[in-house]
């Protein structure tokens, strides 16, 4: 059974999610609740004063054999740094330690043994960051502590979850429907790859030479034999022209990690509520 796990971060006021995937022979959420504890604990460990794990939340994925299940269960703790001291400070609040994945090269996908991934780690420790931005794992204890986690995280079967390309077609016409979505005509049938009537990711690119509202990530349904129609409302007000669109599979293959490695930068990470908060007024997105 393949999991998404979020860990929730909050404080200051601000607030950040980071979500992993994981490998568990168990298929129910709660069993894996023991593991991901261990594994906040030590993550609360590189965390500077001011910041903690707040929530871990637990959500199956699919199975091993990408078949999409459902079920989640979330669990309200708080975990934090025990170092409390002013050395243990976090500024400003937007600066994050990066770590830096490799796939597993026996347990991962072939085809995807060569990616890495790059996340953020969000709040260090000030003694352990200098002005310039670097980071020395000697102070803080931030190297013991990401070793721990580390090797938590791997002993977990943990991983992330990536984007399979199943079809890549070129784009004949564009036209807009009076709600405001739109719909894409390709040059050829793309029916068979794709399922008529089903819903999928994609990517468009190089409209009108990389210069349209439409560039960019969609959701979209198979509406005809060689025609998708946009979920959101696209804002196109000249003709578009050329371009392509990239689909991904809708369940996404699990990659596990081989490694992690803390980088020697810290990145900018800027955060936005605290993990559980009530979000604000949704915004009708309209790229255009």
Same mark, same amino acid.
């Given at each position: 059974m393949i999991y998404r796990i979020t860990f929730g971060f909050s404080g200051k006021g601000v607030g950040w999610a980071e979500t992993h995937a994981c490998q568990s022979d168990f298929d129910n959420p709660v069993a894996l609740l023991t593991t991901m504890d261990d594994i906040a604990t030590k993550r609360a460990l590189m965390l500077g004063r001011e910041f903690g794990i707040v929530g871990v939340r637990i959500a199956r994925y699919c199975t091993d054999a990408g078949v999409r299940q459902r079920g989640v269960y979330l669990s309200k703790k708080n975990y934090a740094n025990p170092q409390q001291t002013q050395a243990y400070a976090a500024e400003p609040s937007d600066v994050a330690l990066l770590v830096k994945a490799s796939a597993d090269q026996v347990n991962a996908p072939p085809q995807f043994r060569a990616n890495t991934a790059t996340s953020f780690l969000g709040a260090p420790c000030d003694v352990a960051v200098t002005n310039a931005g670097d980071v020395d794992p000697g102070k803080a204890g931030l190297g013991a502590a990401?070793?721990?986690?580390?090797?938590?995280?791997?002993?977990?079967?943990?991983?992330?979850?990536?984007?399979?390309?199943?079809?890549?077609?070129?784009?004949?016409?564009?036209?807009?429907?009076?709600?405001?979505?739109? =719909?894409?005509?390709?040059? =050829?049938?793309?029916? *068979?790859?794709?399922?008529?009537?089903?819903?999928?990711?994609?990517?468009?690119?190089?409209?009108?030479?990389?210069?349209?509202?439409? =560039?960019?990530?969609?959701?979209?349904?198979?509406?005809?034999?060689?025609?998708?129609?946009?979920?959101?409302v696209i804002g196109i007000a000249l003709a578009q022209q050329g371009g392509w669109c990239r689909f991904?599979?809708?369940?996404?293959?699990?990659?596990?990690?081989?490694?992690?490695?803390?980088?020697?930068?810290?990145?900018?990470?800027?955060? *936005?509520?605290?993990? *559980?908060?009530?979000?604000?007024?949704?915004?009708?997105?309209?790229?255009?």
């Amino acid at each position: 059974m393949i999991y998404r796990i979020t860990f929730g971060f909050s404080g200051k006021g601000v607030g950040w999610a980071e979500t992993h995937a994981c490998q568990s022979d168990f298929d129910n959420p709660v069993a894996l609740l023991t593991t991901m504890d261990d594994i906040a604990t030590k993550r609360a460990l590189m965390l500077g004063r001011e910041f903690g794990i707040v929530g871990v939340r637990i959500a199956r994925y699919c199975t091993d054999a990408g078949v999409r299940q459902r079920g989640v269960y979330l669990s309200k703790k708080n975990y934090a740094n025990p170092q409390q001291t002013q050395a243990y400070a976090a500024e400003p609040s937007d600066v994050a330690l990066l770590v830096k994945a490799s796939a597993d090269q026996v347990n991962a996908p072939p085809q995807f043994r060569a990616n890495t991934a790059t996340s953020f780690l969000g709040a260090p420790c000030d003694v352990a960051v200098t002005n310039a931005g670097d980071v020395d794992p000697g102070k803080a204890g931030l190297g013991a502590a990401f070793a721990q986690w580390q090797s938590a995280m791997i002993a977990a079967r943990m991983g992330w979850l990536v984007s399979e390309t199943i079809h890549d077609a070129p784009i004949s016409t564009v036209s807009q429907n009076d709600s405001g979505t739109v =719909n894409i005509q390709f040059q =050829n049938n793309i029916v *068979g790859p794709l399922v008529q009537g089903a819903w999928y990711k994609g990517r468009v690119r190089a409209v009108n030479s990389g210069n349209s509202p439409l =560039n960019g990530e969609i959701v979209c349904q198979v509406t005809a034999a060689n025609t998708i129609t946009t979920r959101e409302v696209i804002g196109i007000a000249l003709a578009q022209q050329g371009g392509w669109c990239r689909f991904y599979k809708q369940v996404m293959p699990f990659v596990r990690y081989g490694s992690l490695a803390l980088d020697d930068t810290v990145g900018n990470h800027k955060r *936005g509520r605290p993990f *559980g908060s009530k979000p604000g007024r949704a915004r009708r997105r309209i790229r255009g």
